[in-house]
């Protein structure tokens, strides 16, 4: 079946635009704060965001960084194959930095709870936010919620929010599948 | 460009020689290990990822490098661990390798670790328990964990191991090492060619795609790599030269001959180091010699390895959630 589209590419744009707004207000010229993406979606979130942040409002080398989280799931030995890592690229330390821990799409909560465990192995952050493109309310597992969200969307379990980037599917857009096995 | 989590599994259920694995296997064994690597050089050099398996590291041979690297890497994933050793258990009043074992199982340990002096004890107990088996060196056969984590040093040093030339030197005869090596290093596209005095060099060799060679300076003027060997006295029950003296003299390698050879070679060593014997303290300790990269490429490795062979113990569809 066709999914559905639930941002265009011009709604793509303008959201990540109000994001940077919306953590500008809060992180002002962005010193002592650092911007982290979860592997491997929310680090194309994070390079946009950084982008835009850098490109458009000035902001001068934010520190970024990218974390795997594939060690702390708690999905360890439930499913057939092992996860292979990717790459966590951090070379500096969070110690009492504010942290944004970025993703594409909040689902159940559980990656970003394993994002916490991994953040807290690089030291013990001031605080800790998390901003999402896409927050699929209601199917939420932990008790984990976003501070900074680009669009609520209500959905069913057995359906599947994707987020397209065109630095690797060619166009900006959030697409929602029908009747998809959870993953 | 990253896309979502690639699910991949180990070709075998347990990893008892280099020789089962695929070139695909070593490759992902590769891959993870870059990531544990960054994971032990972080502040908090720990995951969770086998908090709920425990691994017995049966030591029926004494070992100090390969115990504590395992030790290590199991601690690091946060296994619980049985740390067992042949002198201090009932393996002295007269009880069988499968009687220790499944008694230790019993206990309910998932994963075991096992070094023995009897080639194919791994093997044997893989075919008679349910728990994954590591073999951190059986007798003469193989050290695969020592196989891999070799190679993945000179793929770090190097960029790759396709086509490099590694030279293998010293008692070919009785090092699992190098028999490890060879295959993991042929596997991987490197040439090879063994050296030592002919009556530490197995007949037949070559019929594992390896050169042999005799000549020290010619072996080093050829490699990029030489990874040196101990002489393992204490598997010698014969002697196999006349002297440790003359040995050195002929196999040894000093300062003076890497000085002589036009290029650069990198040296490794499995360790312990017969230091004066095999290679000399200048050598060892040089910037030309990795030998302390690969310890601690040993533990990244072994922790690779623990992982992968850990992602299947009683998976259950039932469990699945979505994420």
Redesign the interface.
Known sequence: MKPRVIITGKEFRVTIERLCYELIENHGDFSGTALIGL???G??LLRRICRALTDTHGIVNPLTGEI?I????D??????????????N?NF?VESKRVILMDDVL??G??VRAGL?AL????RPEKVELLVLIDRRWSR?LPIQPDYTGKCVDTR?NQKVKVTWK??EGNDGVLLYEDIE?? | ?????????LSVDHLLGVNDLTLEDIE?IF??A??FK??IN???R?????R?ITIANLFFEESTRTRVSFELAEKR?SADIINFSASSSSVKKGETLLDTVRNILAMKVEMIVIRHSSPGAPHFLARHINSRVVNAGDGTHEHPTQGLLDAYSIREKLGSVKDKKVAIIGDILHSRVALSNIFCLRKLGAEVTVCGPPTLIPKFIDSLGVSVEYNLRKTLQWCDVANVLRIQLERQNIRYFPSLREYTMLFGINREILDSLDKEVIIMHPGPINRGIELSSDVADSGQSIILDQVENGVAIRMAVL??L????????A?????
């Open positions: 592997q491997p979606r680090t194309l795997d594939t060690f702390y799931r999905d360890f030995r439930r499913r057939e194959m092992p996860l292979l890592p990717q790459s966590t951090m330390v689902f159940t559980r990656t465990d807290l192995t690089f030291g597992q379990v630095e690797s959870g993953e | 460009m990253p896309d979502l989590p690639v699910k991949k599994s992902i891959s993870t870059d990531n960054e994971i972080r502040p908090i720990k995951v969770p990822t086998l709920d994933l992982y992968l850990a992602g299947r113990i009683g998976y259950s569809d469990n699945a959630q979505p994420s």
